[in-house]
């Protein structure tokens, strides 16, 4: 009970001091949901639309390889492009958890600057790791990019009639599938961390977190449970409340229902944002907390300066306003 307490207590005080980021953060899943993400979007539909193929499927990707060449490559370089961003962004999140936990003063200038350096990191081997764990992290977070991305992959009929007379069996593969997911994304999540704070290579890293997590897996693991909890309740309440005064809006002052769907409406909107950011920032909190707690964070990091008052006090006001 003490220390489902003591995470609780680690999860309200990193919200509360987290409070002068969230508007950078906000910014950052603005950019990528609301920008980016349109921007692949179109961009992808512009590629299949002028190569004349109608939908990508498993068994069409070697008619598309053969005869559309350039298509295949444009798709190879549109999910090489959304992996880079997502690279970015945690990247992003990692540095301003660091620099919560450190409670060093860094401003959005020096931050983005941190993090374009970081780019200079990506190999190919660092870009196929990511890519591969890109799809573990991604059922853990909760992120999901826009589902338009995948508008034009289609699963053959015939698949599709496999899965639905063996669905027993599918869901059963499904669900341990997932559980393999959790498994090694949990033991390789210290690796983009090593590789971002300690200067460390690609190898180094990965050698590091699956060592560091072999006999803490359940540990680090319910560390996720009660933050990713916390956050899930928080957003169940918040939910809830607008639900329920929407009801009383209809049952008590029905000529008023209109507005009031438009206005909680967006209310929910923020809050389902809100859960996201905090859902993605959940990650990076539990893997920082777990290595200040075992004193694998440096004290400093070789590009951050601390910046004179003046300049620091302009960026925080422009952050706040």
């Known amino acids: 009970m003490g220390y489902l307490l003591n995470n609780f207590k680690k999860t309200w005080q990193f919200m509360r001091e987290a409070k002068s980021y969230y508007l950078d953060v906000l910014l950052m899943h603005g950019f990528l949901m609301f ?25 069409n990707l070697g008619v598309i390889l053969s005869e559309h ?28 958890i660091y620099f919560i936990k450190k409670r060093q003063k860094i401003s959005l200038k020096q931050l983005l600057k941190g993090t374009f350096l970081q780019l200079k990191k990506i190999r190919f081997g660092t870009l196929l790791f ?57 033991r390789f999540i210290f690796a983009l961390p090593e590789m971002i704070l300690k200067d460390k290579s690609f190898k180094e890293s990965v050698h590091f ?22 956050f899930t309740i928080l957003s169940g309440i918040s939910t809830s409340v607008i639900i329920y005064i929407q009801h009383l809006v209809e049952v008590y002052a029905g000529k008023y229902a209109l507005g009031s769907a438009v206005i909680l409406m967006t209310g929910l909107q923020v809050v389902w944002l809100l859960t996201l950011v905090f859902s993605t920032v959940g990650i990076f909190f539990v893997t920082i907390d777990y290595l200040d707690k075992h004193n694998y964070l ?24």
């Open 35 to 59: 920008f980016l993400t349109p921007f692949l979007v179109s961009t992808t539909q512009f590629i299949l639309k002028k190569g004349n193929v109608p939908y990508i499927s498993y068994d």
């Open 69 to 96: 060449p350039f298509v295949f490559i444009s798709l190879i370089g549109m999910l090489l492009l959304m992996v880079v961003s997502v690279f970015f962004e945690f990247t992003f999140l990692l540095l301003s």
């Open 130 to 186: 990511f890519l591969f764990y890109f799809f573990l992290v991604l059922p853990l977070s909760g992120i999901k990019f826009n589902s338009e991305l995948l508008a034009k992959f289609q699963i053959p009929v015939f698949i599709l009639d496999v899965i639905f007379a063996n669905r027993v069996m599918f869901i059963a593969l499904f669900v341990l599938f997932y559980i393999l997911l959790i498994y090694l994304a949990i």
């Open 209 to 230: 977190t699956w060592g560091e997590t072999k006999g803490n897996f359940l540990k680090i693991l319910s560390q996720f449970v009660i933050v990713m909890g916390t």
């Open 298 to 321: 440096p004290d400093t990091l070789s590009w951050y300066q601390l910046e004179p008052e003046k300049e620091q006090a302009s960026w925080m006001k422009m952050g706040k306003g």
